[in-house]
């Protein structure tokens, strides 16, 4: 398996110009040593526009609570020679919820920014609607020889298995938070160089908003057809990190895991670690019939309850505190039903909080670049021993790509 591809600032109010305007900034230095290596510089522009409505009941309310976010992403990349590319995505959203109550508790969450940059800002609002524009996005690339340097907010992701991450200790993401594939990115420097085809070492820095620098180094590694890597580093919490990974094959299916063990910095010799590990299991049969099992140990001694599973918000998780306490199970069925239709099932069971999530989901290629998907999330929970109270959210996203 080839590897090989292919800062910290200051704090405030910013527009979509200054957004423009810093990102023309950093780009254009880099342009002027080496315009010889590419003859003409090359720009590409993608993303999508969706529009999707939902409807929340909660059985002990009764209530029923119904939503619609417009969902706009424009990625713009820029190579203007074959050593450095520059890019820049913008994410813009018009959201409504027809509770006022909801809009009141939650238009701040929008504008969260866990960079050292606000890039995120609610442009306009009421008590029933909002628009929010952020850049989660932003940075410079240098690819030469055997190394590669990326300066400004990207994507950092150092996750083996699918739903829970331990050693994603910079980009955490919370797998309910379905609408964003992109995922949160990082303010950093990330600095990698492949020793070989198959394998690298990366030291990344990066800095937030609490003004906290987070410090790490990894090693990944082939051998004996498996993706070795190694973690150890000092988080944005004032943990020392040290963990690894793996992901392979076994019985014919894919097998994968990663483990972290936190220890903080202060009073380390007489602190308690906390050790988070998950492992994950998945194989096609020759019908297509995809199956996939993953297990997360959380050994986490934070109140489990401060983690908010109803707010797909990826700021209320981290790699330290990925879900829920102790030990959650998840698994998931898909299968193309027609070349153009795919049906998906999925649960998650955490038996000590008693939580249970049902996610069942349907995709359909309306177009080349159309799509059309249905999402439940149907979370169960146990508010008293007698009862189970219920959560159910339903989504409809017709989504053109370009």
């Known amino acids: 398996m080839s590897l090989k591809p292919g800062t910290p600032g200051i704090s405030g109010n910013y527009t979509v110009q200054h957004f423009i305007a810093l990102f023309c900034f950093m780009v254009f230095p880099t342009i002027l040593p080496a315009q010889d290596s590419l003859k003409e510089p090359t720009v590409t522009i993608n993303g999508y526009l969706s529009d999707m409505p939902g409807l929340i009941y909660n059985n002990i309310t009764k209530d029923y609570e119904f939503s619609n976010q417009l969902h706009n992403r424009i990625n713009l990349k820029w190579q203007p020679n074959t050593v450095i590319t520059a890019a820049l995505e913008i994410r813009s959203r018009l959201y409504y919820n027809q509770s006022a109550a909801y809009m009141t508790q939650n238009a701040r969450g929008f504008e969260q920014d866990v960079g050292v940059l606000k890039l995120s800002k609610n442009i306009v609002s009421g008590n029933h609607y909002l628009f929010n524009m952020s850049v ?218 008693k939580v249970y999530i049902l996610v069942p989901s349907l995709d359909y290629n309306v177009l080349q670049n159309l799509d059309l998907s249905f999402v439940a999330q149907i979370i169960g929970f146990k508010t008293q021993p007698e009862k189970l109270s219920l959560l159910s959210m339903w989504f409809l996203r017709l989504k053109l790509s370009f």
């Open 136 to 353: 989660d996005r932003l940075w410079v690339d240098f690819n030469k020889n055997k190394w590669q340097i990326t300066v400004g907010r990207q994507r950092i992701n150092w996750g083996q298995t699918f739903v829970w991450n331990p050693n994603d200790i910079f980009n955490t993401y919370n797998y309910l938070d379905f609408d964003y594939v992109e995922k949160p990115g990082s303010d950093a420097i990330r600095i990698q160089y492949y020793t070989s085809e198959t394998a690298k070492a990366e030291l990344v820095i990066r800095a937030d908003s609490a003004g906290k620098a987070a410090v790490a180094g990894l090693y990944r590694f082939n051998r004996w057809n498996y993706d070795f890597q190694f973690i150890t580093g000092v988080t944005s919490a004032d943990d020392i990190v040290i963990g690894g990974g793996w992901s392979g094959q076994l019985a014919k299916g894919g097998f994968r895991g990663e483990v972290s063990y936190f220890m903080p910095r202060k009073n380390f010799e007489a602190s308690k670690g906390t050790l988070a590990a998950s492992v994950g299991w998945d194989y096609m049969f020759k019908n297509s019939l995809f199956l996939q099992t993953e297990c997360l140990y959380n050994g986490s001694s934070a109140d489990s309850s401060g983690i908010n599973i109803f707010d797909n918000n990826a700021f209320k998780i981290s790699a330290k505190n990925p879900f829920l306490s102790h030990f959650s199970y998840f698994a998931s069925v898909s299968y193309p039903v027609t070349p153009l239709i795919n049906g998906n099932l999925a649960a998650i069971v955490n038996p000590e909080n």
